[in-house]
T-cell receptor
Framework: DTGVSQDPRHKITKRGQNVTFRCDPI?????LYWYRQTLGQGPEFLTY????????KSRLLSDRFSAERPKGSFSTLEIQRTEQGDSAMYLC?????????????????FGPGTRLTVT | TQLLEQSPQFLSIQEGENLTVYCNSS?????LQWYRQEPGEGPVLLVT?????EVKKLKRLTFQFGDARKDSSLHITAAQPGDTGLYLC???????????FGDGTTLTVKP
């Protein structure tokens, strides 16, 4: 399977604990995105990388959240001191460089997500 | 902040019926994507539209981008139970490379 993969698929943790999620994008996709989705809502943008550079971070992302993409391949999303409000599906997506005849759009391909439950 | 409003929020129909769902915004988007998502899974990209007035067809699904690139519609002909899912639209503004999602239309097709 050459799609976007995420690990773990499910995580249950107690309030106050730290958690880390991993995303492996599609090979040669230079952009990688993190989204959060709660029940009944669409995905909410958190941050994205182009290669190893973090280009944008949502203001919704508190200081407890940090994301890295050290070698421009896989990425990790860490949540420190988890709160019950962090319970959600965390989605990762990747997109290829745009084609030679068009500078955009960056079509995003999503992984299966990591379901986080904070008790 | 670019907001995308999707309607209806829920739609339940019988197999064989036709339906249209809508995605509207007051903002102009450089491109718009439609995704389908099943419970517990990530969204799956269906189509991207980039030109005002553009119409794309994918088997029984027809996607249209508004002339002003502020709205879009998805029409499904002869719906099947396998079409059941959450349909999300997402817009990219100013070639920003990131997308703003609507909250989706939950479609249920009953056999």
């Amino acid at each position: 399977d050459t799609g976007v993969s995420q690990d773990p698929r499910h995580k249950i943790t107690k309030r106050g604990q730290n958690v880390t999620f991993r995303c492996d994008p599609i090979s040669e996709h230079n952009r990688l995105y993190w989204y959060r989705q709660t029940l009944g809502q669409g995905p909410e943008f958190l941050t994205y990388f182009q290669n190893e550079a973090q280009l944008e971070k949502s203001r919704l992302l508190s200081d407890r959240f940090s994301a890295e993409r050290p070698k421009g391949s896989f990425s990790t999303l860490e949540i420190q001191r988890t709160e019950q409000g962090d319970s959600a599906m965390y989605l990762c997506a990747s997109s290829p460089p745009p084609g030679p005849l068009r500078l955009w759009p960056y079509e995003q391909y999503f992984g299966p997500g990591t379901r986080l439950t904070v008790t | 902040t670019q907001l995308l409003e999707q309607s209806p929020q829920f739609l339940s129909i019988q197999e064989g019926e036709n339906l249209t769902v809508y995605c509207n915004s007051s903002s102009v988007f450089s491109s718009l994507q439609w995704y389908r998502q099943e419970p517990g899974e990530g969204p799956v990209l269906l189509v991207t539209v980039v030109t005002g007035g553009e119409v794309k067809k994918l088997k029984r699904l027809t996607f249209q981008f508004g002339d002003a690139r502020k709205d879009s519609s998805l029409h499904i002909t002869a719906a099947q139970p396998g079409d059941t899912g959450l349909y999300l639209c997402a817009g990219e503004a100013n070639n920003a490379g990131k997308s703003t999602f609507g909250d989706g239309t939950t479609l249920t097709v009953k056999p």
